[in-house]
């Protein structure tokens, strides 16, 4: 199929942000190396449908497996973008190299591409509220840098820790605080800027205004409405939107094809259930780690056992896992399950539990606790600072991948109608 | 070195080293000072304020702040004294002798004979900032500079007491480290109020940036509440802010420093823009860049936001906009297209300048990177809809809506690369910094090819989708009367408006049209203007179209008439419309005329060309100088039939256009009627004048001419009516 091969390199270069990180697909390089034979019989189909279903099995094992990087880290969220971009690309290339664009329009198969990819574009909103979900989570670094500064040791070591320098830091995080916390709470009763917990010296009234200024929300500016605080950062979806019903949208009621299906589409159809499990466990699992908008997990999913999916197995796996993490008692109220939003959530608290009440000056002990803090932050924020830009343009790819994917193959589908009325 | 344990609550009191009483009357004094002037009035409402704002707090830091408050109260009258024996109150020395006295600490710290500076100085010196800070809090110029240009008297201050504060902490050689050793208490009292007139400098800066035009939203939203108060003061530094609970309205001239009334994309006074830049500076010289470009970025962000939301542009899910009706999206392209236009053209520029003027010199990189990030955001925003539009299902009538928001897009592009370019020369010494915001418009950049293309790809494949349409367009019911074509009309008029899109069009088809692999060859030779041959290909399909349907008529020459007809609209179109005539060029008009001359011919001989035939002498009427009667009454006879005929039909075929239809008949006419004269002149005398010429002779020239005046009407009543 030498058109499907020039149209796949053209438009994967064309991306914007190509990635070469992920390597083609076994399947998908054998397709570009040479035209698989003319005679389509059902039985090669049906090998590289096995294929497929297989490679996303291993992908997906191979992100729970012990080797691969902690779960629900920011580089094992990579990983799975890359493993979901991986399948993406071999589906595509199972759906061109097997179905001429006849063949796709043909009911059962045009009914389930449709559906598949109703759920895909649901999937399109959610990586736009991943990407605010990641410019939160840049703001916060921002204000874990400020802190981590603040309490930097000066170079040759020689001075202590100020009173100044601790307050920068601590009001730092009570800022991170409340723009992590932001809709849940409106920031109403946290704020309290810049004197640790104890106002003093008359400065009462001061710590006053900024809650009730806070907590009525439209102090922000934003005429929002959103009741957050004035460094609150606006969405990019619509406010009715939510991350848990389009998660439902996405893996609801996604149809078992029937064996009779699976036979008259050649194996096709199995290979879209595939996508669309796989899909939903992404679009799952990134939902768990990233803050957005109405994050929730109450979308319920599962597959047959007996269905003879390879994949089954890894995808059940892999959701129960996430959804353990999410009963997880003191991620309950985390704006994501991300690793490093549990390291910030537990160093600044570490930092503000050690510097409360601190007696000034520091004597040594405090000292090289608050340091030792410090540190933890300062390797917080470089992991942050290393992995959200990547992280940020994978959610992208995710994105126009699906888009493109969707627009080609639902040309084929509307392409041969107009031929048969020839 | 002693260390006394401070709890974070009490620190302002002093360590050991001062008598008890001088403590005390230290923390009064400063106490004192501080509010030092509203102090009396405001002593109850402190009090009140205190206990309401503890509420959230400990029972033990309620009673300390109650007891600080009634501290301050005895102290009404306590002058701080310092250690000086016995000065008369008010007599501390004053800011400016703190402030020399620490200039020769700092300055001398360069030299070889470094001076000391006491603990008290650093303390009275810390004090008579927060003082400085306290009384100038409501004072509407505070951050405007002082005579002569010299920074603000504030923010003087609080560079001073920031270079202070850094000479203290930094190990720069023996004094640094000696001056951390022997200075301690005065580090945390001045890097404490350092940070503390960090914080109002932040706040303040925060209330400077809002948008006045926010401000006024919020007012209207929101009237009287405590929020709208923060709009105006935000919680600051002294007790004054007490005062501020009990106002309701504000004057939106203070807002903003003056600002009211200012448009929203510049928003900004050149004197706010003034009193924001020393705050910068103020902030970066004490390492507070970050606080500030946060500040900054989170303001605008949500200004410029507002400002999309005023414009009438909301956010919608990509999944809402695909299930749209096309009524309803087509009015939020509309908006949308306005939007965006509005922030590339006017809102980018305004950010840009207000970064550029507010993060001026050694700060311009921390501008350049806020103002690359607020682009960045903003405009992918309003990308989502775009993606979700080049998303919709496509049909013919979104083609225009579409290609205006393509360009709208193309348009911006240049705007962003002009900016991106300047990213791409950085400052000297800025490389490393510049590169975020290089980074940041460099993705803007190419999500907005990303986009573009999406539309353009879109565009193209509507516009090809026609000769799907067209092709589709196969019905069995000719038309009646051989008119022009619903499908000629619509598709004409369809062609025509796109072709008032050619510019953008051609540019589509060369950038984003990808020829699907089933129609390439066909193209090939035309690609320098793939748009172009597009089109000519949509033309000769529905050329091809019509003479399809033109087999439908049983009547040869109703079937030219159709073909006349439509060719002639198509010819019309194109000839009225400069710009399509351009695309499809003379050479087709050309070709077409042609086609329609011959159509005409066709008619002319398939129905004229008959009845000529029997007005002819072709040797059967007269024989031999004789005429034959039997054969002249033949003639006659089918002659008067086949106009009998004519009339009947073709009376009720339509010819729509004026032009052709006289043409039509002028033609006919100067066939038929000289013709007809003539074969009167020559035979009429052989029929005995009365019966017989009445019976043979039923029309005269005039009445011939009145019949094919009559052609083409598309109105049989009234042929009938005439015939009677």
Same mark, same amino acid.
């Given at each position: ?57 291993? *992908? ?27 399948? *993406? ?20 198969? $045009? ?20 990407? $605010? ?186 959701? $129960? ?66 992995? *959200?830009?990547? *992280? ?31 | ?53 503890? &509420? ?100 003087? &201050? ?18 640094? &480290? ?144 695909? +299930? ?117 418009? &460099? ?21 090809? @989708? ?51 692999? @089933? ?29 399809? +349907?033109?087999?439908?008529? +049983? ?73 034959? +009667? ?26 729509? @256009? ?67």
């Amino acid at each position: 199929m030498p058109a499907t091969d020039s149209s796949s390199s053209s438009s994967s270069s064309s991306s914007p942000a190509h990635h070469t990180s992920f390597g083609r697909s076994i399947l998908s390089l054998r397709h570009h190396g040479f035209p698989p034979t003319p005679d389509h019989s059902h039985s090669t189909d049906d090998r590289e449908i096995d294929a497929f279903q297989r490679h996303a099995a291993d *992908l997906l094992l191979d992100l729970l497996h012990s080797d691969a990087p902690e779960i629900l880290s920011l580089h094992w969220t990579r990983h799975l973008l890359d493993s979901f971009l991986i399948c *993406l690309e071999e589906f595509r290339s199972v759906l061109f190299a097997h179905a001429h664009a006849a063949a796709l329009a043909r009911a059962p198969l $045009d009914r389930l591409l449709a559906d598949f990819f109703d759920r895909a574009v649901k999937a399109l909103d959610l990586c736009n509220a991943l990407r $605010d979900g990641l410019d939160l989570l840049r703001h916060c670094r921002k204000h874990l840098a400020i802190a981590a500064a603040a309490l930097a040791p000066s170079p040759a070591g020689a001075a202590q820790l100020g009173e100044g320098q601790i307050r920068r830091a601590r009001k730092a995080l009570t800022d991170l605080t409340i723009l992590m916390l932001d809709d849940k709470d409106a920031g109403g009763g946290q704020r309290n800027r810049s004197f640790g917990r104890a106002p003093k010296d008359g400065h009462q009234g001061r710590g006053h205004h900024r809650r009730s200024s806070s907590g009525s929300g439209s102090g922000s500016g934003s005429g929002s409405g959103s009741g957050s605080g004035f460094r609150s950062l606006s969405w990019s979806v619509s406010r009715s939107w939510s991350a848990s019903r389009q998660l439902q949208a996405i893996g609801g009621n996604l149809p078992v094809p029937r064996p009779h299906d699976v036979a008259s589409t050649g194996g096709l159809a199995s290979a879209v259930y595939t996508m669309a499990a796989v899909l939903f466990v992404t679009a799952w699992a990134l939902v768990a780690a990233i803050p957005c908008q109405d994050r929730g997990l109450h979308a319920h999913f599962t597959v047959p056992r007996t269905g003879g999916f390879p994949w089954a197995g890894p995808v059940t796996a892999l959701y $129960d896992r996430v959804l353990d993490e999410s009963k997880n008692k003191d991620r309950k109220h985390s704006p994501g399950l991300l690793k490093e939003i549990h390291q910030i959530e537990r160093c600044s608290r570490h930092l503000m539990e050690v510097t409360d009440a601190a007696h000034f000056p520091l004597d040594h002990d405090k000292e090289a606790e608050v340091q030792g803090a410090a540190h933890e932050l300062v390797q917080v924020c470089e992991t942050l600072k290393d992995g *959200l830009d990547p *992280l940020e343009r994978q959610v992208r790819e995710m994105f126009h991948r699906i888009v493109r994917t969707r627009t080609e193959i639902l040309d084929c589908l509307s392409r041969p109608n107009a031929n048969t009325t020839e | 070195m002693e260390r006394i344990p401070i709890p974070i609550a009490m620190l302002p009191q002093k360590s050991s080293s001062f008598s008890q009483a001088t403590v005390r009357e230290e923390k009064l004094g400063r106490n004192l000072s501080l509010g030092a002037i509203k102090l009396t009035e405001h002593i109850e409402r402190v009090k009140k304020d205190a206990e309401d704002a503890a &509420a959230a707090a400990s029972d033990k830091d309620k009673d300390k702040d109650v007891a600080a408050g009634s501290a301050e109260g005895d102290a009404a009258d306590a002058a701080g004294d310092g250690e000086t024996p016995a000065p008369p109150p008010h007599e501390e020395p004053s800011l400016a002798e703190l402030s020399a006295e620490v200039d020769d600490f700092l300055a001398s710290r360069d030299g070889d004979a470094p001076l000391s500076i006491s603990e008290v100085t650093l303390d009275r010196f810390a004090s008579a900032v927060e003082v400085e800070i306290a009384q100038s809090e409501d004072d509407e110029d505070k951050w405007a500079p002082g005579e002569d240009g010299e920074q603000p008297p504030l923010l003087a &201050a609080i560079r001073r007491i920031a270079t202070l504060a850094s000479a203290l902490t930094a190990s720069g050689g023996n004094n640094g &480290a000696e001056g951390a050793v022997r200075y301690t208490i005065g580090v945390h009292r001045v890097t404490g109020v350092l940070h503390r007139a960090m914080t109002f400098v932040e706040d303040e800066f925060h209330e400077l940036l809002e948008d006045p035009l926010v401000a006024k939203i919020s007012h209207a939203t929101d009237p009287g509440s405590a929020s709208a108060k923060a709009m105006r003061r935000p919680p600051s530094f002294g007790h004054a802010a007490g005062a501020e609970q009990d106002r309701c309205v504000i004057p939106s001239s203070e807002g903003s420093g003056g600002g009211g009334g200012a448009e929203a994309s510049q928003p900004f006074p050149a004197e706010t823009v003034e009193r924001l830049r020393a705050m910068v500076d103020a902030m970066v010289a004490a390492g507070y860049e970050t606080e500030c470009t946060e500040v900054f970025l989170v303001a605008r962000r949500n200004a410029l936001d507002t400002a999309l939301l005023s414009l009438g542009y909301e956010k919608a899910s990509i999944d809402d906009v695909v +299930k749209m009706a096309w009524e309803g999206l087509e009015t939020e392209i509309g908006t949308w297209i306005k939007a965006f236009r509005h922030i590339v053209n006017v809102g980018l520029s305004a950010e840009h300048d207000l970064c550029a003027r507010v993060f001026a010199g050694s700060n311009t990189h921390l501008g350049r990177d806020i103002f690359a990030d607020l682009a960045r955001c903003a405009m992918l925003k309003m990308l989502n809809f775009t993606e979700a539009v080049a998303m919709t299902k496509r049909a013919a009538e979104k083609l225009f809506k579409v290609l205006d928001m393509y360009e709208a897009i193309r348009d911006g592009a240049p705007i962003v690369d002009a900016y991106l370019s300047s990213y791409e020369t950085p400052e000297k010494g800025g490389d490393s910094r510049s590169s975020s915001g290089a980074e940041a418009l &460099a993705d803007l950049k190419s999500e907005l090819v990303s986009v573009r293309a999406r539309l353009g790809e879109s565009a193209a494949a509507i516009f090809c @989708d026609l000769e799907s349409s067209i092709r589709a367009d196969a019905g069995k019911q000719p038309v009646p009367g051989g008119a022009v074509h619903p499908l000629t009309r619509y598709l004409m008029n369809y062609l025509k408006y796109v072709c008032e899109y050619k510019n953008t069009l051609e540019q589509v088809f060369r950038e984003h049209h990808r020829p699907d692999s @089933d129609d390439a060859p066909g193209h090939d030779s035309e690609s320098s203007n793939p748009f172009a041959a597009q089109l000519m290909e949509v033309m000769e399909l529905l050329h091809d179209n019509l003479e399809a +349907k033109s087999r439908l008529y +049983k009547d040869l020459a109703l079937s030219s008439i159709f073909l006349m007809n439509n060719g002639r609209y198509m010819l019309q179109k194109i000839r009225g419309s400069p710009e399509i005539n351009a695309v499809v060029g003379e050479a087709w008009a050309r070709k077409r005329s042609t086609d329609l001359r011959q159509y005409h011919k066709n008619y002319q001989r398939e129905t004229w060309g008959r009845v000529l035939n029997v007005l002819r002498d072709d040797g059967g009427i007269t024989v031999k100088g004789h005429v034959q +009667k039997p054969v002249l009454k033949e003639r006659f006879k089918q002659f008067n039939a086949a106009m009998d005929e004519i009339q009947r039909t073709q009376g009720a075929w339509v010819v729509s @256009d004026e032009q052709l239809q006289s043409e039509l008949r002028v033609s006919i006419a100067a066939v038929i009627v000289p013709a007809y004269r003539s074969f009167l002149g020559r035979f009429a005398q052989h029929f005995t004048a009365g019966r017989q010429t009445e019976k043979y002779i039923k029309l005269s020239g005039e009445d011939l001419e009145g019949i094919i005046e009559e052609l083409f009407e598309g109105n049989a009543v009234s042929m009938t009516r005439r015939r009677n």
